[in-house]
């Protein structure tokens, strides 16, 4: 989400005002929001409840509004919520003074390869990357041969360390486990006879898909096994992808899967083949890149006002501010340019959108009126929930010793196949956390974190499962 403080149509026309003054805004000016994802609709929504009277114009290039529902704190930084696809008449309704504007200023893909359909006569995929989708898409995907190319000697390296990653490598191939509740969330779609919908024709650019995006999605390939066959190619990148009749004329032959014979693999019929840098050498059905997210700011770039961080985000300062005066950024477009607290950095994240979406709002509320407002506590620890291989994750504060250099202690707690505790320390005191499997610790080691106690005298007892460290900390 990006924001700017003028009413228009086209983001062409945002004519940035004059740098931040003492003096207050013209109220009449109003807000316009660029994004309907999780970030710019919480935004939208927080300035209609801080400021009625002010017209707020949400610009989105989807028809798919989405919001946060069931909000609950689990604790200080920690949050659980839902979401829910909203249509812009809703959200209308619900916030007088929003007006949604369905416009784009940029083209994008569309779905013409659409996943499912080559999911379905799939017999063997490479994923590219060891990011969050790459984690998902591998426990996903069934009845189809994996090759997982990533570049670390570890499975999920944006999220795990080492131990966390053969805590679950067993689960590669041991097949899902039983989900364990039903599904809450909504799914999300699009129709083009959506009357919200763009017009036909128009490449409608969704935002990001966020935690459902593959509930409701067959992932099952061509073979008839559910069993996963997955094979990690540890510390390579793909060098080349090639055609068959590129891969013919090389003259070589492709590597089998791991684990088969020549008799036994089918045939060298692949549509696609990828030489990795280890040399090996795979044919496939088709290469999913799965390798990190752009920030989508090409309508911002032909003003050279605006600073962008080397990751491609709009740099903001810490009121969400960017360098162009009146013009704020929240979310996946931002980059978070502030000094950050000790324990809290910027993942692209769908809990970070909605806080930075809401803590934008108060800011440009506050500027507006000439008032001073204090950096939102959630930026104080970094903390994130989620799932993967269907086990529940909690990751606090430096969860992988990020930054730490080499002067850190680590305590670890590990039960085959059910849990995986693991905390930071520095000095004696908290810096981060990774729980995995229904601990039950995260509050107290969010606390912990947050009130920098010196934790020297405790030693291993910290993790030790007969003591209650609830109470122990009470
Ligand atoms: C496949 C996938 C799975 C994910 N899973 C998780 C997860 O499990 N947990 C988690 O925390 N996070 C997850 N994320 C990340 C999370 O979804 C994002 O961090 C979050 O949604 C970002 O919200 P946002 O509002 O900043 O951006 P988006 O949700 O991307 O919204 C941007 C909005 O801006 C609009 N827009 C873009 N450019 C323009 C333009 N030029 N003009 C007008 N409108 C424009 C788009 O249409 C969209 O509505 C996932 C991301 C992906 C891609
Ligand atoms: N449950 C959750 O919380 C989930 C969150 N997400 C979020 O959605 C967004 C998109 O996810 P995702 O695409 O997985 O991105 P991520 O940023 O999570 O991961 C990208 C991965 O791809 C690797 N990579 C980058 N470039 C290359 C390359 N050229 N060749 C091989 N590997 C490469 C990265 O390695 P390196 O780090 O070394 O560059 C990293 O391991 C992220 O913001 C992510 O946090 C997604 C799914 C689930």
Redo the contacts with the bound molecule.
């Keep these: ?1 990006a924001a700017s403080r003028e009413v228009c149509e086209k ?1 062409e026309d945002i004519a940035p005002l004059p740098p931040r003054s003492d003096q207050r805004r013209d109220r009449t000016a109003g807000f316009v929001i ?7 609709v919480t935004c939208a929504e927080q300035l209609s409840a801080l400021s009625p009277d002010d017209p707020v114009t949400l ?4 028809p ?1 509004i ?1 919001s946060v529902t069931n909000f609950r704190q689990v604790g200080r930084a920690l949050e659980e919520f839902d979401v829910e696809e909203k249509t812009t008449g809703a959200l209308q309704k619900a916030c007088p003074n929003v007006r949604v504007v369905h ?4 083209a994008a893909d569309t779905d013409k390869h659409h996943f499912q359909q080559k999911m379905a006569n799939a017999r063997r995929v490479v994923i590219v990357g060891n990011g ?2 790459a984690l ?1 898409l591998v426990y996903e995907i069934e009845g189809c041969e994996v090759i997982w190319a990533i570049k670390d000697d570890s499975i999920g390296n944006t999220f795990f360390d080492r131990g966390a990653a053969e805590f679950f490598l067993p689960h590669l191939t041991a097949g899902k486990c039983e989900e364990n509740k039903p599904l809450k969330r909504l799914k999300y779609t699009v129709t083009e006879s959506s009357s919200d919908s763009p017009k036909k024709g128009d490449t ?8 459902d ?1 593959k509930d409701g999605w067959r992932m099952k390939g061509k073979h008839d096994q559910a069993a996963h066959r997955v094979q990690v190619e540890y510390q390579c990148e793909v060098q080349e992808v090639l055609t068959r009749e590129e891969f013919t004329r090389t003259g070589q032959t492709a590597e089998c899967f791991p684990g088969t014979s020549r008799a036994e693999e089918q045939n060298d019929d692949w549509p696609v083949y990828v030489l990795l840098t280890n040399k090996r050498l795979y044919g496939c059905d088709f290469v999913v890149s799965a390798t990190g ?1 752009v920030p ?1 700011t ?2 911002f770039l032909h003003n050279d006002q605006f600073s962008v961080a080397p990751d491609g985000g709009l740099r903001v300062d810490d009121h969400m501010h960017t360098s162009v005066p009146d013009v704020y950024a ?4 931002c980059t978070a340019s502030w000094e950050p607290a000790p324990q809290w950095f910027q993942m ?6 909605r806080q930075m ?1 809401s803590y934008a709002a108060k800011c440009m509320v506050a500027d507006r009126d000439g008032e001073d407002i204090d950096m939102d506590f959630c930026f104080e620890l970094f903390a ?1 929930v ?1 799932k993967f291989f269907n086990y529940k994750i909690v990751l606090l504060g430096r969860y992988n010793a990020q930054g730490l250099g080499k002067d850190y202690e680590l305590l670890l707690r590990c039960t085959k196949g059910l849990e995986y505790v693991k905390v930071v320390l520095q000095a004696g005191r908290m810096q981060g956390a990774v729980l995995i499997g229904d601990t039950d610790l995260e509050e107290t080691f969010e606390n912990l974190i947050v009130n920098g106690m010196d934790l020297s005298p405790y030693g291993e007892d910290l993790l030790d499962p007969n003591i209650d460290i609830e109470d122990y900390f009470d």
Excluded at 59 to 62: G, P
Excluded at 330 to 333: F, L
Aim: net charge positive; charged share 10%.
């Design positions: 989400m983001v660029v994004g309907g994802g999780i970030a710019g610009l989105s290039a989807s798919l989405k416009t784009q200023v940029r969050g989708i998902e409608a650019m969704g935002g990001a898909l966020g935690p995006w997210v989508s090409g309508p929240a979310g996946d477009v692209r994240l769908w809990s970070q959108a979406g994130h989620t």
